[in-house]
């Protein structure tokens, strides 16, 4: 059955107001980890000197132990998205205890969000793990070898403001570098309710 008129009028008003809409402001501030500034690394170190070293303006880190971290570019991060990535590790010649950690975080907020995604390269995490947390809680954890493209986190539970982290915890006591992990290129998923929200509103206006 051919398409009346008005329905098309409404599915063209649809289309048009559906590419007018703003992207609107970015779920997660700086989510491939591309703006670098110098700075002081949780190992103590000064990044200044060190064109391939920074650190992700903003975000911001804790850590408990002897694990180390910073943004980095060039041919050994191999960065998803843009220049730089975000690398964690553990630090050389130091031994590492259970419950050791370091993680980048920053308040998001959260409210009409689906699933965070993410890429990660992993290597060498037979005693400790990568983790993506949400008020303190893993809800993605990983350790195998290799480049993991797209890895998801369900957040639709999740309304308001939270606090979201990356990072790299110890499983047992070790000595030596171990975990080396490169985050990229975090991405928000959110347009089923949009979608949902424009049909809706532009539907009521001829009703
Ligand atoms: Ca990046």
Redesign the pocket.
């Known amino acids: 059955m051919p398409e009346s008129p008005r329905r098309l009028a409404l599915m063209t008003l649809v289309v048009f107001i559906a590419l007018a809409l703003p992207a609107g402001a970015e779920v997660i501030q700086n989510p ?3 703006l670098e500034s110098d700075g002081i690394l949780p190992n103590g170190y000064d990044t200044s000197g060190n064109s391939d070293w920074g650190l992700p303006d903003l975000w911001t880190w804790r850590d408990v132990g002897l694990c180390n971290g910073h943004g980095i570019r060039g041919y050994q991060a191999n ?7 975000l690398y964690m590790f553990t630090m050389t010649q130091r031994t590492h205890q259970p419950g050791d950690f370091l993680e980048w975080y920053q308040d998001v907020d959260l409210t009409d969000v689906e699933q965070i995604l993410f890429d990660v390269r992993l290597y060498n995490h037979n005693q400790t793990r990568a983790y993506f947390a949400v008020d303190g809680e893993s809800l993605w954890t990983g350790h195998e070898d290799g480049l993991h493209i797209g890895e998801s986190v369900p957040v639709s539970q999740y309304t308001g403001v939270h606090q979201i982290a990356v990072g790299i915890v110890v499983l047992a006591q070790f000595e030596g570098v171990r975990g080396s992990t490169y985050w ?2 975090l991405r928000t998923i959110t347009i089923v309710a949009t979608e949902a929200s424009s049909w809706s509103r532009v539907k009521s206006l001829f009703e």
């Open positions: 491939s980890f591309e960065p998803t998205d843009g220049q730089w990535c990229d290129n």
